[in-house]
């Protein structure tokens, strides 16, 4: 089970961190995943961590994100840094175990002035 928060309404430039803490050993998952969907949007790839610590961003967002995780926690970060409007979205957390995925409940994140 995933759990997704630290959402919330930030101005243009600004930053905000997500958590999504998952239930036992984070490590267990082969990957775990950040995703985003804006309004009227089909659902974006923003970024991935894998088991063994690969990280991979999606084109929209190099740069400005960084996904990292703290394995005592079992929780995947997502750090985003100068925000811009189009960020706007409800952010998903996702994992990655044998052949199935899970999806946490999503967190509105709103970048406006």
């Known amino acids: 089970q995933l759990q997704a928060y630290g959402g919330g309404l930030v101005q243009p430039g600004g930053s905000l961190r997500l958590s999504c803490a998952a239930s036992g050993n984070i490590l267990r998952f082969k990957i775990m995943s950040w995703y985003r969907q804006a309004p009227g949007k089909e659902r974006e790839y923003v970024g991935r961590i894998t088991a063994g610590g690969d990280i991979d961003y999606g084109d929209s967002v190099k740069g400005r994100f960084t996904i990292s995780r703290e394995n005592a926690k079992n929780t995947l970060y997502l750090q985003m840094n100068t925000l811009k409007p189009e960020d706007t979205a409800v952010y998903y957390c996702?994992?990655?175990?044998?052949?199935?995925?899970?999806w946490g409940q999503g967190t509105q994140v709103t970048v406006s002035s």
């Open positions: 996702r994992a990655f175990l044998g052949t199935a995925s899970y």
